[in-house]
Structure formats: C-alpha cells, structure tokens
C-alpha cells in the first residue's frame, strides 16, 4: 500500500482533532449531571431553579483546564457536539422582513392607489412563484401604469443625488432592490445582536440567500412568546407628548356623538325600529359624572354599560378620574372604533391613541385592565430611539425592574428641551406603537438619561434593554414558520432515537464477525471509527445532530458495510481464483477502490443537491449524510486497509487472515441464474406493483403534511387515551368547519392536531387565535383543562409541541423538494454517462431511479390505504432522495462489474451473457449489504419514535425496490436500450 505514513498521519490528526472537540462534550454533561445532583431533592425531584443557579456560578468559571488553555462553562458549551431541536427541545423561526415598508418609505409622499395596488400584488405574486418582492413589484407597476417612469415615485429630497426625474427605470429599480437588500441584511445584524445577548446557547442565525428571509435555531428555549416579542418588535422608540384627559375631553365627546349617529344609521338600516334617543338629561349626567367620585381602585369600577348607555361609543365606558381606563373585554370594541375612518375623520389631526404595552391591574376576577393614552400626533416624533447610546436593566425607586436608558449630545438637548416644555405634563415612552410608560415630568432632565418603567419582570427588562441597545429593524418582520418542541419530548426523541441506533449497529457489528471471521473484526473497527470520525467533525464544523441526521448516521453505516463487503467480498473471490493472500488482497482493494468512489460519489451528489435545495431537517439529514460519506470511503478504503497491512506485514510470509467463516463458504458458491432472460417479467411485476400503488395513492390522496400545505400542527399529550376521530368532529366546530386532522403520535396518549385554519394569515395573534381554538375545543370535548408544563394528568392535557409552516414557505418546501429531486437525478444521469462512456447507462440507471420512486409513493399509498397515516413532508422526500443514493450505489456496482467483464470477455461473447455473469458475480455483495442495511433500518422503523416512522418505512421499502432494481431493471434496460447497436457489433463479431 503506497503512502501509508501519509494514511496513518491523517488518521491520527483526525482522531486528535476529534478526540478534542467531543472533550468539551464529556465536560459538559458531567457539569450538568453534577448540576442535577445538587438540585436533587431526597425523593429525587429536580428544583430547576436550583439547577440553573448552580450553571449560573459556573457559567463565566473555568471548568476545563488543558494545561496550556482553560475554557469557562460557557466557552464549554459552545463548544460541545450541538444536539438539533428536536432530540433536546427548542424553538425555530423562519423570519421574513417586510419589503413594503422599504419601498412606500422610499417612495415617501409620492404613493398613490396604483402604487399600493402593486404592492399589494407582488406580496401575492412573491408566495406564488420564485422572483423577489421588487421584481414582482416593478413589473406589476409597470403593467398599472405603462406609461409612468419609476422616477416618477422615487424622485425626492430623501433620495436626492440618487435618483432624479430623469432617471431610467433600471437604475431606479437597482437602487430600492439595494435598499431592500440593504435592509434585510441591517436587519439580520440587528436579529443576531438580540440573540447574542439573549443567552442560548450555540444559536444557528443564517440569512437565507437570495430572499428577504432569516432562519434561527434556538436549542434549550422554553418560553416562545418572548422570543417571538424579541424577533418581530421593530424598536422603533419615541418620546411624545400627551393630551391631558380636560384637553382631550371635548373630542372624545364629539367622536361619541359621531359614533351614535354612525350606529343609529347602521341600526335603521337593518331594520332595527327598537332605536331611541338617549336623552340630553342622561348624556348630561354621563358627561358631570366622569370625575365624580373618589374611588382609589381603578379596576373596581364597573366597566359594563347599562341599558341607558348602549349607544354610546366604547370609548365612553373607560373615562374614569385616572384616564381612559378598559378592562380587556371591552378593548376590541374600542378597537373597532377607532379603525372607523368616518368617526376618525373629525378627531383633529395632530390626535391619534395608543394602548400601554401591559395591564396596569387585575380585579379580584382576573379582569385585566389597560390604559389608553391621548398622544399629540407629529409627522416625525421630536425624539426618537436613535439617539440611544446604551440601555440597562435597572431596578426603579420602589426596586421593580426597569430600564435606563443614556443619550448621545444631540439627544441630550432634545431631551432637555421636551421636558422643560411639558412640566406638569406627561411625555409618553413608546416602543413600537405601545406605551411602556408615560410619567408626569416634574422639573427638566438635563444629561440625557432616562428611564423606562411598566410593570417588568426582570426578563422582560432585559429584553427591551437588549432591544434598545441592538437598534431598530428597518422594516417590520413576520414569522412565517415557526416549530417549537418541548425539552420532554425531545428527550424521547433523543432516546428512541440514539438506542435504536445502537441497537442495529450491535446486530451488524455482530452479522459481521458472523460472517467474515477476523475481517468483520476490521470492518467494524473500521466502522467504528467512521462514526466517531463524523461525531467529531460535526462538533468542529458546530453542526447541530438532529433526529434526521441520526438517520443519516444509520444510512451512513450501510454505506460502510457496503464498502467493506465490497473489498472482502474481491478477496475471497481472488483466493477461490487461487491467489495468494497478499495478492488477493492487494487486488480486492484495488479493483474494489473504483466501484466504491462511484458509488459513495453518485451519493454524495445526492446529499449535496439536498444541502442546497432543503430547508430544516433536510439540510441536517444533508450534512450528516455527506460527512458520513467522506468518513466512511476514508474508513473503509484506507483504514481498513492499512490494518489489513499491518496484520499481514507483521506475521510475514506464514500470515493468515480469514475473510470467511462456515457460513459464509456455504454461501459463497457461484450462481448461475439467467437475470436478463426474466427481465421481461420483471417489467411486468414492475408495472404491476406501480400500478397498484399508484391506484392506492389516487383513493387516498397524497396526505400532504403541513410541509407542503402550510399549516399549524399540535403535538398534543394525555393521561389516557383519546380517540382522534371523535375530537377531529368536535375540533371542526371550533374552526369554522376548516379542515382539521386529528391522528395518534406514537401512542394512543398523544395526537397530533393539524389545521389550515387561517393560516394565510402568519400573525403572532393569529397564532394564538389558533391555539386557543384548538383548547377550547379539546377542553370541551375531554373536560380537561390545558396546563402550560410538561405532564399531563388525570384532569390536564398539555401541548409539548407546535409547528406553523405558513404558504409561502409551504411553496418554497415544495420548490425546493421538487429541484433536489430533478437535479439530483440530472447529477447522477450526466456522472454515469461520462463514467461509462455511454448514455445508454446514464438512461437505465435514471429509469430504475424513477422505478424505486414511484414504488416508493405507491408503498406509501398502500400504507395510507391501510390506515398508517403516514405524511408526505420533508422528511420523508429527504427519504425518497435517500432510496436514490442507496439504489444508485447499487446499480452503480453492477455496472462497474459489467464494464470489468466485458473488458474481460473473449472475442463472440454475448452481451447478455456478460451482463448476467456481472450481475451473478455481484449478488453475494448485493444480498450482504441489503441485509445489513435493512436490520439497521428495521431497528429504527420499530424503535426509532413517531418522528421517522414514516423515514424509517421509505427506507426499507425503498433499499429492498432498489435492489431488485439494480439487479431486474437497470442492466436490462441499459440492454433494451442499446440493442440494435448490441446485435450489430455482435453478428460482426461472429
């Protein structure tokens, strides 16, 4: 073996290396096994808060010491072997940056009907199909207003020097796609400062090429509703000034009246003749009694109307000595109000309301009260949160948390100025259109510093500190996809997922020896040391394992073995040729060598069109797949040989090194079988099977999983069973009678719920609007009550999962599924074609390619008909792309050996003959490999959880299709295809 040095020097850097990252993984777990056992109770509860306490007095400590460097727990943590969401729990968000912000703000006071028409429309015509917002915007403008040049819109002060009135509509159009562009990325700076300072551990925060979109991974999160406040507040921070209630008194009295008018008109005009006046004696009354009275506890006013008063405006119920004051029940008709256009066409125009960000107070009941604020309405606020140079966490004069806030010099003078204007007066701090707090200024503030109160927790404070500091978003964001998993359940996934891993790779560890003698020994050394390499190379790269990357890690290990078989599978054939062991097994790793780089490099393409094309857990199957590739062709190809080397070379010329055991001579004789003579047959089985599939998939449809629909799905969990049928019906009512669908999830205990309902919709209220049906439903049906923790009991449910996949992303899965397909298969035909120097094996190889696929479909269409409930997703393309790879490898084997023995073959052999010795010579590997891989498989098909059941069920069917199809479909086809050329060279061979 040439450049073994160079072999082994790789090997030990790479173990090294290894060795090294996965170090800071071991510290880890022991910190937090050392945590658990000091927050352990005697009954041996965990007190969290105990736990995290202890991690806090170690989080900035040295923990690990190497002599020449220590790391802090902190540094350790980052460091450590990354666990995805799903086996550990979490949070991840799709963010989209709103555009249309952008460009009316560039187009400023020059907007008109025709230009929100188009705005409107790209927003549309963006989910629909693959351009950029400003693509779509432009052409939809033109199309609006042919004959209108963009400078049209964009030619003003703020873009002075940038565009005139003569500017063409290719450099208009360049410049607001750069600012668009601009404000993504300004936007993904000021997301990833946020997160930085929010405390997760290994956070993934990746802009999304060529689209206005951010993907953040968020491992170990346990209160999603401040991570969403964090991603989507746009911090845009003003001071502004307030109308006093005796200022503001008179107009609100008049928007009163216009109200009642606007309803008696709305009443009349249903028929309603129940209508009466209110009496000027009553209004009067109202009116004198609004600061009537000494009540000190604002929430203990009554906040319903009485008969008398049912005219009036919503805004009449919250006067009170203290303000505007609602109790939460009552704010979306105040609400409705104040979105009225003609009741607010006579508020004056410098007027405009905001609510306070939280409820001030809570009566006994648990009715919950906020303030509405008078605000003096300006073009541009006099201060805005530009001038904020740093923000804290504080504790107020009564020591509840707060934040402070330091200006820069011209934010000093502002400030300065504001409040010397407005003494005895309110100025109002408000983040993102809400009212944090606004106090009376007692006297003027000079220096610049301030400070925010509003009833904070100390989480709360340091968000909105860290959001100051970060800066504002330049544009609003959304999520548009959003999976949240409960660190129980992730521990499940973790387990099922990890031990039924284990527990194929012992069975194959142990098939080996079995079969192999001291040559399994090598190849699970071999083995073992590949799973370990890609262990280590996922910690350095700060890869995250996921659940989908486990079963790249089980596809990984067949890949191995097949490696393996391969080479001894050569040997033995060399020393049953009569060769000696050195030569036999010189010329099994050499001749094996290029068949192996074929096969594992057809596969890595695969691997690479997923990374590109996929999204979630596709790209994390991706990763580990293509890891897993390169680790196990260095393994198996060098590893194992340079172990071969060194056993042989030190026993010399007497070594002896078996390659077989008495099973394995048994099985070792040559068959004889005629394969192309029964091609015909096969391609009636074939079509037959296919046609039955694909008969099962038209009765029961695709079964499309939220991936692909959009949607949002509940993993819910109970103390006993519930039936799904009987709550999908109950589920419905709470819907609007949108489809929902109820199914178990691993277990009659747990289901998982799924619903389009409103989902056009991506909103953070619309997704609580959701949820919320969604309790109420089961609340309704089951009599429990939903608990917002991880247990559920004899009298709770509770819901330790969501995902919401909104259209737009639903269409890019779609896309994005459909050019991995396409492209891999183009990867593979053009590798095979260039390969084998005929086109003819490139068109067999991508026919039994579609073969194994649409068996695969029509499995999982049986499967459904059956009453499996299996979903198409990501996961399960992720599989079928994975049955690709798999049953390529395998063609690829049979067709290297068939161009071996035609090279070989004497002058006047025939074709077929030869094909059918290839496939013959290759079956004992075809057979080994199959069943090795499958054991793996149906391990983790059994034991392997919910979540790749459905994986798990692709792959089996799909390596078992795609190694009939190797040895039935894809040589004979490469014949069928090419046989007028084949008859020809034979009668001129003859």
Known sequence: MNNRGFILFIAVLVTVFSLFDLSFSWVSRNIQSQADEYAM?????????????????????????????????????????????????????????????????????????????????????????????????????????????????????????????????????????????????????????RIDKFGVTQPNIQRLQGTNRIAIELPGVDNPQRVRNLLQGVAKLEFLEVWTLQEAQPYIFQLNQEWVKQEKARKALAGDVAVTETTDAAKSSSENSL?????????????????????????????????????????ASVNKMLRDKEVMSIAPSNMKFLWGHKPFQTNDQGVEFYNLYVIKKEREAKLTGEVITDAIQSYDQKNQPAVSMVM?????????????????????????????????????????????????????????????????????????????????????????????????????????????????????????????????????????????????????????????????????????????????????????????????????????????????????????????????????????????????????????????????????????????????VAYIFSAAIIAIGLGSLATTGLNLGVDFTGGRTYIVSFDQAVVPSKLQGALVKNVEGKPVEVKTYGNDNTLKITTAYLIDNESSETDAKVQSAIVTGIESFTGLKYADKQNPSATTFVIPSTSKVGASIANDITDGAEEAVLFSLLGIFLYIWVRFRQWNFGAGAIMALLHDTLVVFGAFGIANLLGAGFELDQVFIAAVLTVIGYSINDTVVVFDRVREEQENATVGTKMMDVMNKAINGTMNRTIITSFTTLLVILVLLIFGGEALRGFSFSLFIGIMIGTYSSIFIAAPLVYDTSKKRIEKEEKANA
Not at 110 to 124: C, I, K, P, R, S
């Open 41 to 193: 109770d005697s009954e041996g509860h965990v007190d969290y808060f105990k736990k995290q306490a202890y991690i806090d007095s170690l989080w900035k400590t040295p923990v690990y010491d190497l002599g020449f460097k220590s790391y802090t727990y902190e540094e350790v943590k980052n460091k450590e072997l990354a666990l995805g969401l799903d086996l550990q729990g979490g949070m991840s968000v799709t963010l989209e940056v709103s555009p249309v912000e952008v460009v009316k703000a560039m187009a400023g006071a020059n907007v008109d009907d025709n230009f929100l028409a188009a705005l409107a429309e790209a927003e549309t015509l963006t989910r629909e199909n693959r351009e950029t917002f400003t693509n779509n915007f432009f052409t939809s403008l033109k199309e609006k207003n042919e004959n209108v040049p963009f400078a049209t819109y964009f030619a003003s002060s703020a873009n002075k020097n940038r565009i005139s009135f003569n500017s063409p509509d290719k450099a208009v159009q360049d410049l607001v796609e750069s600012e668009v562009d601009g404000a993504v990325e300004r936007a993904f700076e000021i997301i990833r400062t």
């Open 291 to 331: 600061f009537e009275g000494d009540s000190t506890d604002v929430a203990a006013n009554d906040s319903t109307a009485t008969p008398e008063d049912e005219l009036y405006s919503p805004i009449m119920k919250g006067f009170s000595p203290y303000g505007l004051v609602f109790a939460d029940t009552d704010t």
């Open 408 to 680: 820069n010099v011209e934010g000093a003078k502002k400030w300065k100025k504001m409040t010397g204007q407005n003494l005895g007066r309110q100025i109002a701090i408000a983040l993102d259109n809400e009212v944090y707090t606004a106090p009376n200024v007692q006297s003027e503030i000079d220096g610049g510093r301030s400070e925010i109160t509003g009833n904070f927790d100390v989480a709360e404070a340091k968000d909105l500190a860290n959001i100051l500091k970060a800066g504002k978003l330049p544009a609003p964001t959304k999520i548009i996809e959003e999976v949240v998993v409960g660190p129980s359940l992730g521990k499940v996934a973790q387990s099922e997922g990890i031990n039924s891993v284990l527990l194929g790779l012992g069975l194959v560890i142990l098939f080996m020896v079995i079969y192999y003698s001291k040559g399994g020994l090598i190849a699970n050394a071999a083995l073992g040391l590949n799973i370990f390499f890609i262990f280590g190379i996922l910690a350095e790269l700060g890869a995250a394992l996921t659940l989908p990357g486990i079963a790249g890690i089980v596809l990984t290990i067949g890949m191995s073995i097949d490696a393996n078989v391969l080479i001894f599978e050569r040997i033995r054939e060399e020393q049953r040729n009569g060769k000696s062991l050195l030569t036999a097994i010189s010329n099994g790793y050499d001749r094996a060598f290029w068949t192996i780089f074929d096969a594992n490099l057809t596969t890595l393409v695969t691997g690479g069109f997923l990374y590109y094309f996929g999204l979630g857990p596709i790209k994390g199957f991706a990763v580990t797949l293509m890891i897993g590739i390169v680790c196990s062709f260095f393994s198996a190809v060098f590893i194992s040989r340079l172990i071969v080397s060194q056993i042989v070379k030190s026993k010399g010329e007497n070594a002896k090194l078996n390659f077989e055991t008495g099973l394995s001579k048994k099985l070792a004789g040559k068959m004889n079988v005629d394969f192309m003579g029964k091609r015909k």
